[in-house]
């Protein structure tokens, strides 16, 4: 539990990297965290796209607002729904909540072993969709939510506030 609750806590968003690649084995094991993250009806309706090809980072930078970190990891893995799968089980409630639920949980996953791996990672979500699309050929099917540089991480930022429990929660 300890060790749970310090992995969580220690946890920072990385916009910092170094070059050094990333062992296979470590990136195996993230995207397979990834795919232990629950989902309605144990749908699973994640795709998750593996970008290494320098090219294509510069793209994704540019489909980001410019956010130029993103191309300093030496992988990006770009968060993907499925749409069709969203949809087969829960109709309208699958295709607008409960995948992006799924896809968050999966990629909180990735976040955390990442960190514990000694990875650095940040969630990154402002970007173009149409652009992520175009870029890496996504088909209508695929939509991308979440894009995800991973990498050593080439700084160390001080934790950010987080609001008190007595502000947040609420007891009936
Ligand atoms: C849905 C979502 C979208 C985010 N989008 C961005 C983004 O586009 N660019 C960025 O630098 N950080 C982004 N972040 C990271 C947040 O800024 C960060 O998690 C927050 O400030 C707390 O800092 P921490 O992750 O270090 O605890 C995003 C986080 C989430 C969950």
Known sequence: MEELLGIIKGRRSIRRFKPDPIPEGDLVEVLEAATWA??????????FV??????????LVAAALGQGFIAEAPVV?????????????????GETLYCIQDTAAAT???????????????WVGAFSEEKVRTALALP???RPVAIVPMGRPAEEPRPRPRRPLEEVVEYR
Do not use: F
Not at 50 to 59: A, I, Y
Not at 108 to 122: R, V
């Open 108 to 122: 909180q996953n990735m976040l955390l072993i990442a960190h514990a791996k000694g990875l650095g990672t940040c």
């Open 38 to 47: 629950p989902s309605a009806g144990n749908a699973q309706p994640w795709r």
């Open 77 to 93: 893995v770009v968060v993907c729904v499925d749409l069709e799968r969203a949809r087969r089980a829960y109709g309208e409630r």
């Open 50 to 59: 593996v970008v290494r090809d320098p090219e294509l980072r510069g793209k």
């Open 140 to 142: 209508e099917g695929l």
